[in-house]
């Protein structure tokens, strides 16, 4: 198992550009989140998916961040206009059930520098 | 939501010794999970805990669910390089979103 890839690794833009962050989760996996984590504020919850449909998006900072998930192995996260205060690590995570039962599997993050 | 709160914040520990984190509530948890992040990775699943009073051991760590199921602890025996990294507890809101708490980072001196 490949576990749940993120790309890019690293992504560095000038503010006012466009953002798209990418995941693919562990198949079989009914579940996606995507999660920021800053110094300041830890780990956050963004939004997560349920069988490919937004559940929750109430994390999701402003209207600037939208999320997609088309298919079951594929979701972005998008930022347009992107902001210094967006710089951070993104991370997508799967989970077999719900977050409330089933662990979260992590990917390596996308470390977001918006300058 | 509820809050989960970690202390301490940070733990510098002498290799060899021991050390426990902790997990803290105001309301009763359903369940909470610990996640262990190495510094410049992702946080990685550890243990999940249920049932009041339960505990758990995982090699030198041993995880601790409150009777109260309010609170809960790991500690970490003979404190290794290897130990070092940021320990989150994450619980379930009354949403049944999974917050996490703001970590203890542990520093092991050799």
């Known amino acids: 198992d490949a576990g749940v890839i993120q790309s890019p690794r690293h992504e560095v833009t000038e503010m006012g550009q466009e953002v798209t962050l990418r995941c693919k989760p562990i ?39 939208s999320a997609k998930m088309p298919n079951a192995s594929f979701s972005t996260l998008k930022i347009q206009p992107s902001e210094p205060r967006d710089s951070a690590v993104y991370f997508c995570a799967s989970s077999l059930a719900g977050q409330a039962t089933s662990p979260l599997h992590f990917g390596n993050g996308t470390r977001l520098t918006v300058t | 939501g509820q809050q989960v709160m970690q202390i301490p914040q940070y733990q510098h520990v ?17 369940n909470i999970q610990w996640y262990k992040q190495r510094p410049g990775g992702h946080p990685v699943f550890l243990i999940q805990l249920v049932k ?26 003979a404190t290794q390089t290897t130990d070092v990294g940021t320990y989150f507890c994450a619980a379930t809101d009354s949403w049944g979103k999974l917050q996490f708490g703001a970590g203890t980072q542990v520093v092991v001196t050799p």
Request: glycine letters at 8%; one cysteine or more; a negative charge.
């Open chain 1, 27 to 65: 198949s079989g996996h009914d579940y996606l989140f995507w999660y920021r984590q800053t110094m300041m504020r830890g780990l956050e919850l963004l939004i997560y998916f349920n069988n490919n449909v937004p559940i929750d998006d109430s994390g999701m900072p402003e209207d600037r961040f």
């Open chain 2, 14 to 30: 002498q290799e060899g010794e021991d050390f426990t984190t902790y997990c803290n509530s105001s309301t009763t948890l359903s």
């Open chain 2, 52 to 77: 009041s009073g339960e505990v758990k051991k995982q090699k030198r760590l041993t995880f601790q669910f409150g009777e109260a199921k309010k609170n809960s602890s790991l500690h970490i025996t």
